[in-house]
C-alpha cells in the first residue's frame, strides 16, 4: 500500500471525521493529495466504518509503541514458548500409528521438518474428505479483520472443525501428543489445494498488533506455532519457504513443518516470515493446524 494507515494520517481522518466532513469529501480530499483509490477507500473504511475505539487506538502512543515492539529482529535473541523439545533431542517421536521422524531442524527461525506425521492411507482418506469442501481461500482483512480474497493466496480451502470426523479427532489428538499443546488451543485443521501456479505469497502467521483488523483476532488468543502437513508428493515446487532462513521445505506424503514463533511474553519472530512456493507441476494438498496461546473458541 502506497499510503499506509499511519499516525499522522489516523489523526487526520479523525479530525475531519468530527468536524463532519462526509465520505466523499474525505475520500475527494485523499484522492486530491495523490492518494490511488484503494488507499483512499482503505482510510475512509477506518475513518467512517470502523469502530471510533479502533481508530483512537491509533492514535495512542503505548499502542503504538506494543506494535514496535511486538516483533523479534534478526538481531535479537529469540524463545518460542512451543518448542518441541523431543523433536531436539531424539530422532523418533512415538506416535499412535508408530513412529514421527524428526528430518531437519533450524533454531531461528524455530523449524522442525517431520516425517510420518500422517500414514499414506490418512492422507488420501483426508484429501477425499476434503475435494468437494474445498472453496477459495481467503485472508484476514487488514482493515476491519473479516476474510477477503486475495491474490497473494490462490489456493483453495476447506476449515473443518476440531473433531469433525474420526480421522480428524485422532489427527487433533496426536498433534497435541506432539506438540505438548491441549488439543483445545487448535483452530481446527485447515486443508489446502494448490494447483499448478497457486502460492501463498511469504507472510507471518501471527496477528500484528499494528493492523486493526488482525488485531480483532488477537482477542481469541495469539498464535504460537503452525503444523503444515503435506498430504501428496508434488511433481515440481510447492515447497515452504522461510526466506529470512534461507530454508525450504519439499512436500512428500505425510510429512510436515512446525514452526513456532511467539515467546512466552507475546513477542512474536520475524524470522518466521514463510510462505508456500507456486506449484510448477502437479497438485498441492496440505493440512494446516494454527495453534493458540490459550483455548480457541471461534465465535466468542
Ligand atoms: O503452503 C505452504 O507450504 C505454507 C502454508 C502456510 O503458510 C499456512 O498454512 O499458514
Ligand atoms: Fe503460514
Not at 484503494?38 to 467512517?48: G, H, M, N, P, T
Not at 488420501?124 to 497473494?152: H, T
Not at 501463498?200 to 483476532?217: I, K, N, T, V, W
Request: hydrophobic residues 35%; negative net charge.
Amino acid at each position: 500500500m502506497a499510503n499506509p494507515i499511519n499516525k499522522a494520517l489516523a489523526q487526520w481522518l479523525f479530525d475531519r471525521r468530527n468536524e463532519g466532513f462526509s465520505r466523499e469529501e474525505v475520500r475527494a480530499l485523499l484522492i486530491e493529495h495523490q492518494y490511488v483509490e484503494e488507499d483512499a477507500e482503505r482510510a475512509c473504511v477506518i475513518a467512517f466504518d470502523c469502530p471510533p475505539d479502533d481508530l483512537e487506538s491509533l492514535l495512542d502512543d503505548d499502542l503504538q509503541a506494543e506494535a514496535a515492539n511486538q516483533t523479534a529482529t534478526w538481531i535479537e535473541g529469540f524463545e518460542p514458548s512451543a518448542r518441541i523439545k523431543l523433536a531436539e533431542t531424539q530422532n523418533a517421536i512415538p506416535s499412535d500409528h508408530g513412529d514421527i521422524k524428526v528430518v531437519c531442524r533450524s533454531e531461528r527461525p524455530y523449524v522442525i521438518g517431520l516425517a510420518n506425521v500422517m500414514t499414506a492411507e490418512e492422507c488420501k482418506e483426508l484429501i477425499e474428505y476434503s475435494r468437494y469442501r474445498i472453496s477459495r481461500a481467503m485472508v484476514v482483512s487488514p482493515i476491519d479483520g473479516s476474510d477477503l480474497v486475495d491474490d497473494r493466496r490462490t489456493s483453495e480451502l476447506v476449515m473443518h472443525s476440531r473433531g469433525e470426523s474420526p480421522l480428524i479427532a485422532k489427527l487433533d489428538e496426536r498433534i497435541s501428543q506432539l506438540t505438548g499443546i491441549p488439543s483445545d488451543h487448535g483452530e481446527g485443521l485447515q486443508v489446502m489445494r494448490y494447483g499448478v501456479g497457486a502460492e501463498y505469497a511469504p507472510h507471518y502467521d501471527y496477528f500484528a498488533l499494528g493492523s486493526l483488523g488482525e488485531r480483532r483476532h488477537l482477542k481469541h488468543g495469539q498464535r504460537v506455532a503452525s503444523l503444515v502437513i503435506y498430504l501428496n508428493d508434488v511433481d515440481a515446487g510447492g515447497e515452504t519457504i522461510f526466506p529470512y532462513g534461507d530454508l525450504s521445505i519439499s512436500p512428500q506424503t505425510g510429512h510436515a513443518s512446525y514452526f513456532a514463533y511467539t515467546d512466552k511474553d507475546g513477542r512474536c519472530d520475524g524470522m518466521s516470515f514463510h510462505g508456500g512456493a507456486p506449484v510448477r507441476a502437479g497438485e498441492k494438498w496440505i493440512a494446516t493446524m494454527w495453534i493458540r496461546d490459550r483455548p480457541y473458541v471461534a465465535s466468542e
